[in-house]
C-alpha cells in the first residue's frame, strides 16, 4: 500500500497534470481503475487503486484552506464540484469516498462538500439560471445512488437533532445546516422551474425528484 500511495501522489503532482484540473484527472483515473475491478479476469490491482484515489480525493478536500483570499471555502473543494458538475468525477467516486470515511474528521469533509454543493445553487443569480446546469448536475451526483442519499439523511439527521439542543439559536442553525444556502432563497425549488415550456436542465439531472 505504501508503493501505491507513492505512485499515486507522484503522479498528481502539479507539475504532472496533463489535462484539466487535479480533480479532472483524479476522477479519469478513478473511471478507468473502476472498469478494471468489475472485469472478472484482471488481478484485484484495479479495486486497490481505485480505493486509494478515493482516499487521495479526501485527503486533497481534508487540506483545502477554508480561509483562502482568491477561493471562497477552498480552491479544490470548488474544483471538485465544478468536477461533479461536468461529468468528470461520478457517484462511484463518491461511494468509495464514503468508504473511505472512517473518523469524524473525513466526515466533516463529507458534510462540506454537501454544504457546498447547495450553496453553489443560492450563488447562481435569480436572473441566470442558465447558470443553474453545473452546480444541480453536481447535486444530481450527490444524490445519484442510495448509499449517498443515506449520507445526506444522516447528515439532515444529526442537525435535526442539533437544533432541538440550540433552541434560541435557530437562525444560526439555518445559516449552519447542510441545506441551509440552498433554501434560504429557494435555489433548490428553482431546480424544477421551466423555461418556455421546456426544463431549465438536462432530462437525466434526477436532482428535482429529489428535492422538490
Known sequence: DKV????????????????????????????????ASIDQHAPPLGTRVRRKLAEYVLAQLEQDDGEDLYFEGGR??????????????????????????????????????????FKALHDVPLDAVEGLGVPAKALDVLTDQPRLLSALSHALASEACDA?????RSAEMGTRCVMGAGMSRGSVAMLSRTNRGGSL?????????VFT
Open 164 to 168: 432541538q439542543s440550540l433552541g434560541s
Open 4 to 35: 501505491l500511495d507513492a505512485v499515486v501522489k507522484s503522479r498528481f503532482t502539479s507539475g504532472r497534470l496533463k489535462n484539466g484540473t487535479l480533480c479532472d484527472e483524479l476522477g479519469a483515473c478513478h473511471s478507468r481503475a473502476v472498469s
Open 201 to 209: 436542465l438536462e432530462s437525466s439531472c434526477r436532482a428535482p425528484e
Open 76 to 117: 479544490k473543494g470548488g474544483e471538485f464540484l465544478d468536477s461533479l458538475g461536468r461529468g468528470k468525477c461520478t457517484a462511484a467516486l463518491l461511494v468509495d469516498m464514503l468508504d473511505a470515511t472512517r473518523d469524524e474528521r473525513r466526515a466533516g469533509v463529507w458534510i462540506e462538500v454537501m454544504k457546498r454543493a
